[in-house]
């Protein structure tokens, strides 16, 4: 670990990462998706989905966060980001992934990151890269 | 007994005649800060002589969804009325102490964020009722957020034309080609609603995508 990252992970208070697996969430409505994500995100976890939320699912995430703010202490939001799913391919490609996808479930090329606000500053994403910056 | 047949048939008939005539609901959704009602306010000013709200340096300045009710568009001797429906800008996270930099007090800038939570929450449930819809993206800034993609995704999922405007391209950090790259799905017009540059492309893009409207 070099001496920069160190002096900054030395500022962060305790959070962890929770790995969570498709088939963890794949059997749940939006509802309970949605009630799992915030209750894991509010105990200051940063989550790894496997797969991805459907787009509703998304935006009724950001709909719950935002009515959390300013009931729940210290919570001002979370960064979230999805990566992996939606790299430019062929159709025969896009065809294959069609069929895995309704055949699983779910995305399973796609990695969705979700964080408390408070926590990750930032989530950088790039076609190739995704970087995570934490607060002080 | 004909007479009332006729009256049913008419009845049915002519709404359908009329469809395309109502007032298309044009949203314009976004990321703070963005220059959402900057655009709108341009086309606004234009077509009807006002603005349609306030803008401002401080991010979350619109914090309610704004209406222009019947705002005619000509662009190259076609008219188009529309309804404008400037929205909040959306966003993951909102902290009051970011209100603090801009020399807000402390319950000024709390009560700025409660209204911009809510004002999220309204833009969000607002995106059942577009027609069609313009992204305003900042083309200064990195367009691969999930905000926007998450806003886009709802819209394809709903069948709602969607049309991407990278704005702020006035500026020398603008970079429309990455807009272009991030999106290659969708039209993409590069413009400065600030100083009124392309927007005949801009129009051009929105009488095309009109057709697409149920």
Known sequence: ?136 | MAKKGIKGILRRLLPALFKNKKDIKLGFYGPPNAGKTSLANRICKDFTGEEIGTVSKVPHETRNVQFKEKVEISYKGKKMTFKMIDTPGITTKVDYEDFLKYKMNKQDAKNRAKEATQGIIESIKWLDDMDLVVIVLDATENPYNQVNITIIGNLVARKIPVLIVANKSDLNKADVKKIQDAFPEYPVIGLSAKYGKNLDDFYDAIFKLSKKVK
Not at chain 1, 32 to 43: A, C, E, F, P, Y
Not at chain 1, 66 to 77: C, L, Q, S, T
């Open chain 1, 1 to 136: 670990m070099t001496k920069e990252v160190r002096k900054h992970l030395g500022n962060i208070k305790g959070f962890a990462i929770q790995f969570i697996p498709y088939s963890e969430i794949k059997s749940l409505n939006a509802d309970d998706r949605i009630r799992k994500i915030l209750n894991i995100v509010l105990g200051n976890n940063i989550i790894i989905l496997q797969g991805k939320l459907k787009a509703e699912e998304e935006s009724r995430l950001i709909g719950d966060t935002m009515a959390m703010i300013g009931h729940v202490k210290d919570f001002k939001g979370i960064e979230l980001a999805v990566i992996g799913s939606d790299e430019k391919t062929n159709v025969f490609d896009r065809f294959r992934k069609s069929f895995v996808n309704v055949l699983s479930g779910g995305d399973m090329a796609a990695i969705t990151i979700i964080g408390p606000a408070s926590v990750v500053k930032e989530i950088k994403r790039n076609p190739k890269k995704i970087e995570l910056l934490l607060n002080k």
